[in-house]
Nanobody, 125 residues
Framework: QLQLVESGGGLVKAGGSLRLSCAASGGIFSGYVMGWFRQAPGKEREFVAAIGRSGSWTGYEDAVRGRFTISRDNARKTAYLQMNSLKFEDTAVYFC??????????????????WGQGTQVTVSS
């Protein structure tokens, strides 16, 4: 089973940037579709972005498209989320997740079997 550890969260001013990393171990990383989700206080976990096994496709939630970029390095077994032009409403705990099903985008958290512990991103206005 894939094990995931996120890093790179922190406090940033609105308009700033952060790069989140998700390091994988214990599984065949290239066999997993990777996704990023986030959960703000009092809200449900929501889809942010996903990337195919080889990185040949990506998908984004509308609110982050054009500002966030998901990528992966299968040799390093790491997925990334580059976040630019951050807004106050991007404040949340960010989770990376992996699914070993079909190589298509899924916005449903239930489709992902492997999860990291999360990393806090706080954007100050």
């Amino acid at each position: 089973q894939l094990q995931l550890v996120e890093s790179g969260g922190g406090l940033v001013k609105a308009g700033g940037s952060l790069r989140l990393s998700c390091a994988a171990s214990g599984g065949i990383f290239s066999g997993y579709v990777m996704g990023w989700f986030r959960q703000a206080p009092g809200k449900e976990r929501e889809f942010v972005a996903a990337i195919g096994r080889s990185g040949s496709w990506t998908g984004y939630e509308d609110a982050v498209r054009g500002r966030f970029t998901i990528s992966r390095d299968n040799a390093r077994k790491t997925a990334y989320l580059q976040m630019n032009s951050l807004k106050f409403e991007d404040t949340a705990v960010y989770f990376c997740a992996g699914r070993d099903g079909m190589d298509v985008v899924s916005r449903n958290a239930a489709d992902y079997a492997a999860w990291g512990q999360g990393t806090q991103v706080t954007v100050s206005s």
